[in-house]
């Protein structure tokens, strides 16, 4: 049987062959490195052996992303089993303690294909959000409060508020730190090498797009929120002595718009590198039925966030990376047959000041957008997700096609390309 015979130790890894900072750049091999990413947060979905895993359309997807010259993706680990609508099954962990093998050697074989194109991975081990059941499922497995997709009931504040919860729920706590021990000291069954010796994860995530509360979130949720952040990642350091940690947040708009929060969040210095999210249609900046309208209003103030942000991550004498930003396509179409003019204008606007200000030596240290559609394909006429459909960039909680970026959009993938090789061209 080829199986265990066959999977040979991995030498350990050279110190210098992992994505360090240095003072406020990001460094990899003795070179700076910038990040050229997408967001494909399905990637350890498609490695599975069997179930939901397609090997071969991860393989397509990996190549197509290494030929436009993204060297990074940011990805899901794990996900929780839940009876919210709008979630992704099956999830890789079902009940606490209940883990689904095959997802997780998903990922192992995602990581064996990045190494394979050089390219790194941030990895995110939990969701604020619904649509992997997130923290939201963790409070309703250990304190019994029923798990509200906000799809559903419409009414976000309560959401956002009730799964802040999950910061001090001792319970919670433990399961999720169980979770984060069985990722960051996984081997991985293709390769034999241990998670904390790969060289192409880039950094622990604490999870994708954490905030306080809602935007009322009081001192008190503000305090329990920067000491969830600084303890966990500390957490994850002392298992890993090799990586790096980060948050996933988006920046003021999941600060509660307050700046000495989000640097507070970021001082800590178990968190080694700043992030943030721009969103405008999402954050009621961009119209997508009144684009002409709207644009002006959405781009000044998207300039003024991408700006300020980096500004912060100045004061705090660490890199910061804008790993998602979005638009809609032309229309507004999920269809991809809608051309996405508006999406590549805004591409280029953020491309423009992400790329300039690294040039300028400023703490930016790259980008990924959201999200690579690839291949996938929506497959429903409302173009909402149900379990065995393609995976794309859009997760369950939003249609399909929302904003994908697909193997289609050829105007897109251009953009990105022209952007990846001026920042990697990037000598420091
Ligand atoms: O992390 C996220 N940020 C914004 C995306 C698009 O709305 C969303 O799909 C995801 O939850």
Redesign the pocket.
Known sequence: MIGACCVVEAAPAAKGDFVTVKKTHFSRKGQAYYIAGANFWYGGYLGAPSGVGDRARLLKELDNMKAIGINNLRVLAVSEKTDMKSAVSPATTSVPGQYDENLLAGLDFLMAEVAKRDMTVVIYLN?F?Q?SGGMTQYLNWFEGTPALDPNVTKDYDTYMQKTAGFYRNAAAQAEYRNVIARIVKRVNTITGKPYSDDTHILSWQLA??PRPGNGKATPEEKAVYVKWIDETAGYIHSLDKNHMVSTGS?GLAGSAQDAQLFLDAHRSSNVDYLTY?L?PK?WGWFDSNNPTGSWDNAIGKSRDYLNSHIDLAKKLGKPIVLE?F?LDRDGPSFSIKATTKIRDRFYREVFDIVTTRAQKGDPIAGFNF??WGGMGRAANADYWWKPGNDFVG??P??EQG??SVFDSDVSSLLLIKEYADKLQGIKR
Request: glycine letters at 6%; a negative charge.
């Open positions: 969701n959000w649509w994708n797009e988006e999210h969103w999402n998602e979005g959201w999200a859009d997760p909680q939003e929302l904003y």
